[in-house]
């Protein structure tokens, strides 16, 4: 195979990170956009020794999983890569992946791996959704390919492209949030345009829209507009905040988020208050959670309650027993196993999300959970053990990167009788699996869909001591 060439491959099997698998000459071949039986018409556009990568021309022939997606962007869109899967294809695809890097990263071959728990809605699940400004739309490469002409040269509201974030695809729908979302992007982006508010430029530093961030209480009903700028001028922030509340009076707070840096994340380097309290609510289980604009809350609510059940379960807490929950953010998983537990104590590396789990605690008048604040591998020591007792059982929900090798020794050297290691990445779960093998077993792997049509997939993995 050559780069450029075009070539004909039947698509045998899913990868991680949402790709086709197809093979020519016991060479693999990773195709986005199809599914596992589509005989595909593709160019090569990377050639390696051990596998090969091409882009989707044509479907010569549909497989047994592929269908029609809801949205118009579906196949260039970042926020979605498998609407064209069968739901229920998608999540057995998730769960072959998180047994093949159980097996084949972390050498568990005696893992039992659950059917993965899917999520009841496919769609509308987000109850957070993050856009970008820019100020000129992205073509679609069938626009670039076609005779007509086209105007790019007004303001663009969208989602990144795969793989570019210096290119935004403007939406003309969205299924991932409820939607109120999607109207009050289009709102927005006609209000811009009219009124000719420009999207910031990271080339000239000027401009003043850079993110529109929309949050809902999926079980409160409270609705947040967040907007990251890059200029502070009230002559324009208040009369588009008045104009938006009359044109939405369900969103029941209004913030603006100033980013005046050269950095594209959209918390600002300060915030105000327009309108309301500045947070919204929401409940998983018996406890209600305060949410700000740039609080870490899992984004798929009802999968929040069902994963968090499934670590509770997993846990098996007794209630003599006192639980630790590192990488604890707001408390959410601390404040969900309090009522089993006899002490638990949440350990955060954020300071706002400590702030925000203290309170949570306090809100809900739960008295026998505690949090400290800390780097992990710092915080997570013979001081902390002093202080509370040593566990008897571990929950441990680190970020993508797994956690700290310091923090996996740790664990080995405490040899805690029950660990619960919640992960939304399954690859660094099965590392860190492995180093804990020596004294620690994994007993059972359960995969929780938070995200459809995406390839992400977390999961909860129990372990005991040997």
Known sequence: MKKGETVTLRIDSAAYEGKGIGKLDGLAVFVAGTAPGDLVSARITKTKSSFAEATLLEVLEQGPDRIAPRCRHADVCGGCTWQHVRYEAQTAFKHDQVRDHLVRIGGLKDVIVHPTLACDNAFHYRNKMEYTFAERRWLTQAEIDSDDVIDNSTLALGLHIPGRYDKILNLDECHLQIPESYAMLDWLRAYAIRNQIPAYNSHTRSGVLRNLMVRNGQNTGDLMVNLVTYTDDDSILLPLKDAMLAAFPSITTFVVNVNDTQSPTSVGRYEKVLFGPGHITETLGAHTYRIGPNAFFQTNTPQAERLYAAAKEAAKIQPTDTVYDLYCGVGS????????????????????????????????????????QGDMKDVFSDDLIARYGKPDVLITDPPRAGMHEDVVRRLIDLRIPRIVYVSCNSATLARDLALMSGTYKTLSVRPVDMFPHTYHIESVAVCELL
């Open 333 to 372: 998983i601390s404040l969900f196993v309090s009522d089993a537990a006899k002490t638990v104590v949440g350990v955060e590396l954020n300071e706002t999300a400590i702030a925000n789990a203290r309170k949570n605690a306090i809100d809900n008048g739960v008295g026998n959970v505690f949090f400290e």
